[in-house]
């Protein structure tokens, strides 16, 4: 059996008072993607820092966190020359160019500057930069910064490639991009660590994820199987009951579970024509009806109303 690239058993990471980390236990396999979903405060951040020694976890006896065989506190450097790591933050030099951005980088591994220069070309062709080589960063786009964080985590050619959030904030166009260059490095054997708060894009990259609440594992698997072990296959969402007040407190067909939130219904149920049969009943209120995905299961999961820490 081959050895996991992640091996995580009683994780845990406390700041003062706040325990940001609860006891986790996981493992990460090669080749394959590994996701971290949670609500803002869930402790993902936190977690990733750990794997490349940003933050250190909490000591027990029975604590042990290895990267490929490595104890992150222990031998930070042989991690980091097998890692690349793309950050929240778009943590660029605003005052050089996109090719110096990853020339300067590439120094920080010893890469000597004709093999530095390569592989800088390589990668800007690959993620669509190539035009923009000699572009000041303050004048790239938010899609392009977040392309050229990608592709300088990518210049040592990481068999580990953590991604923290790294489509947030942009257009669809460029969301899909990402993806489509995300699935190729896997194809080509990089591992990879995501943590997103977009549950498509968990759904579409991830082939196994566990999601977080408060710092602990409450479900894991992959999203197809928590989708179809933890929701109802349909819902019949009604996005204002105040236009069908008679219905608000009707008694439920059997076999349908309301989920209500405000003024917004959603009616979840294994049988379509249950639902559908419930939806003509609303002639006024706006409502449709759709399969369930991993959002629902998120939101079953973790609640629907922010706490303290969002």
Not at 62 to 74: C, N, T
Not at 284 to 292: D, I, M, S, V
Request: net charge neutral; with cysteine; aromatic share 8%.
């Amino acid at each position: 059996m081959q050895t996991p690239v992640i091996e995580a058993s009683d994780v845990s990471k406390t700041f003062g008072s706040l325990q940001a980390v609860k006891s986790l236990s996981f493992h990460v396999n090669a080749d394959e993607c590994f996701g971290f979903l949670g609500p803002n405060g869930a402790g993902k951040t936190t977690l990733l820092k750990m794997f490349y020694a940003r933050t250190a976890r909490d000591h027990s006896p029975q604590s042990r966190l290895r990267l490929f065989g490595y104890d992150p506190e222990e031998d930070e450097l042989s991690i980091k020359y097998m890692s690349g790591v793309a950050p929240q933050e778009d943590n660029l030099d605003d005052e050089l160019n996109v090719i110096q951005n990853l020339l300067l980088y590439a120094r920080f591994y010893g890469m000597p500057s004709a093999q530095a220069r390569r592989r800088a070309d390589e990668l800007l062709k690959f993620l669509e930069l190539s035009e923009k080589r000699k572009e000041l960063i303050r004048h790239l786009s938010g899609g392009m910064k977040r392309r050229l964080v990608i592709a300088r985590a990518l210049l040592n050619e990481p068999k580990l490639l953590i991604l923290d959030e790294p489509t947030t904030g942009l257009d669809p166009q460029v969301r899909h991009l990402i993806w489509d260059k995300l699935r190729q490095l896997k194809k080509q054997g990089t591992t990879m660590l995501l943590t997103t708060h977009y549950m498509e894009e968990a759904f579409q990259l991830c082939d196994r994820l566990i999601i977080m609440h408060r710092g602990e594992n409450i479900m894991e698997g992959s999203p197809r199987q928590l989708v179809a072990e933890n929701i109802e296959p349909y819902v019949l969402e009604v996005t204002d009951l105040q236009a069908n007040p008679e219905l608000r407190h009707q008694p439920l067909p059997a076999g349908v579970r309301l989920d209500l939130s405000g003024l917004t219904a959603r009616y979840y149920a294994a049988s379509f024509e249950a639902l559908k049969s419930l939806g003509d009943q609303f002639t006024r209120a706006p409502h449709f009806l759709r399969q369930t995905n991993l959002e629902d299961v998120f939101l079953k999961a973790t609640g629907r109303m922010l706490d303290e820490r969002q």
